[in-house]
């Protein structure tokens, strides 16, 4: 089997950064890649505090915390990935950027190295498509926060070889999460079944049928939800749920999956939920 000993991450945003600190933490050799400086000096912040206030709650020794960062390096370039055995690309939910993305790698990492997409809805196959390796393209689906969530969903395209998924598998286990196996379909498990949810809940403000508030509490006292629907979408940021809408409207055609237009007057007018200041509910920025 092809063993993983380094990974490369692209994209130091929420996801990306977070992939980055739990593959350093668990003993991987760890590049994290933005081509905004802005954005990688951020994401390397990020991990920092974040490794601090694990410190903090006794989850992780200062040792462990400084062998985590030095196996951490950050660069503005994907040319740094040419020794990467598995590189993880967490860039914008588009599907014209991650091909953009995958396109690259394809061509400055070696044959030998998995592309592993961390895509929320987009198609495993269709991003494939565009490098020269399909059966070494794979999906990561991690869940945010991703040092605290166990799961990886794990994405097989149509041509993912065996040898790809198994190598995944083990690495995924070797971060401490539990690897759950799904096939290539529009959103996946998770939000296949999370977004219409989301989607129904903002129908019912829409309609009247009840307040934010109301509407979250219902969730969490009759379903035991830690967070309501909204709140949630607020987290995940509103742009981001109505992109993988989208891409569950137009992949499987059914109208079951057509965003609520309160959700698409909301990105449009900026209102993205915590990112912004202000979505269901109002934030008060940092």
Do not use: W
Request: proline content about 5%; overall charge neutral.
């Amino acid at each position: 089997m092809h063993e993983i000993k380094s990974i490369g991450v692209v994209g130091a945003g929420t996801m990306g950064h977070g992939i980055a600190q739990v593959a350093a933490q668990s003993g991987y050799d760890v590049v994290l890649v933005d081509v905004a400086p802005q954005a990688l000096e951020r994401g390397v912040a990020q991990i920092g505090k974040s490794l601090e206030k694990l410190v903090g709650k006794g989850k992780l020794t200062p040792e462990q915390r400084d062998h985590s960062l030095a196996r951490l390096r950050s660069a503005g370039s994907l040319d740094v990935l040419t020794g990467a055995d598995l590189v993880v690309e967490a860039v914008v939910e588009k599907l014209e950027v991650k091909r953009a993305v995958l396109a690259d790698l394809d061509r400055i990492c070696p044959p030998q190295t998995i592309l592993a997409t961390n895509t929320s809805s987009i198609s495993i196959t269709k991003l494939a498509a565009a490098t020269q390796r399909p059966e070494k393209v794979i999906g990561m689906h991690f869940m945010n926060p991703v040092p605290l969530m166990q799961l990886i969903e794990v994405i097989r395209g149509l041509a993912t070889s065996q040898e790809t998924y198994d190598a995944v598998e083990a690495a995924s286990r070797a971060m401490g999460k539990t690897p759950v196996e799904v096939h290539d379909a529009p959103g996946f498990v998770s939000n296949r079944v999370l977004m219409p949810m989301i989607n129904e809940a903002v129908y019912c403000l829409y309609e009247g049928v009840g307040k934010a508030e109301a509407i979250d509490e219902v969730m969490k006292l009759g379903m035991n939800h830690p967070m309501g629907p909204l709140a949630l979408a607020d987290l995940i940021g509103l742009d981001v749920c109505l992109d993988i809408l989208r891409v569950l409207h137009e992949g499987f055609g059914d109208p079951k999956y057509r965003p609520c237009p309160l959700l698409v007057k909301m990105v449009d007018a900026g209102r993205l939920g915590r990112k912004s200041g202000r979505g269901f509910y109002e934030y008060n920025r940092g």
